[in-house]
């Protein structure tokens, strides 16, 4: 076998497994956003909130969200694409924007100026800075046609997150 194509099949296989180890990060990312989810109904169901579970919530959306941009790619246009062609899809629109619906919510609830409590200003300047960094990786990429196309096309989440009052 010549050299040349010795180094074509070893590269080809190197693309191979590097794709699938990015599919596998993926996956990991839209199970955190899954787990996320799960605390999110959780906390809902929950007449008392604890703090600390409401910024577990919050950062595990921001964190994982933010995870896209190293796994994929820093452009939002690239994750859009990714993400539309990807078969899961439809976890990571049910439940990132819901997650962020529910801490928009959260924050509406709860201003700061009605304790007196530190704690409680500490947890949702916390909070607030959580959701805005979650807020800041969904603006962009739904301003990619590609992916506003795919969230218009299934509207599932828009029922959950406005009925969840």
């Not at 990312?29 to 910024?55: A, G, K």
């Not at 994929?72 to 539309?84: C, K, M, R």
């Not at 300047?125 to 046609?145: A, E, I, R, V, Y």
Request: aromatic share 10%; proline share 3%; charged share 15%.
């Amino acid at each position: 076998m010549p050299l040349n194509s010795y180094i074509i099949i070893c590269f080809l296989q190197i693309l191979l497994e590097d794709m699938k180890i990015s599919e596998q990060l993926i996956d990991l990312v839209f199970y955190l956003l899954f787990v996320d989810m799960y605390l999110l109904l959780r906390i809902q169901e929950s007449h008392t909130i604890p703090n600390d579970m409401v910024l577990l919530h919050a950062a595990l959306l921001a964190g994982s969200l933010q995870l896209l941009t190293v796994i994929v790619s820093p452009h939002y246009q690239e994750v859009a694409q990714a993400l539309t062609a990807y078969y899961k899809v439809y976890i990571f629109k049910e439940a990132a924007f819901a997650a962020v619906c529910v801490d928009v919510k959260y924050l509406q609830t709860n201003d700061s100026s009605r304790s007196a409590s530190p704690t409680s200003e500490e947890t949702l300047n916390h909070l607030w800075q959580q959701c805005d960094s979650s807020l800041q990786f969904l603006q962009p990429l739904c301003q990619q046609k590609l992916f506003r196309e795919c969230i218009v096309n299934n509207q599932v989440f828009l029922d959950f997150t406005l009925s969840s009052d």
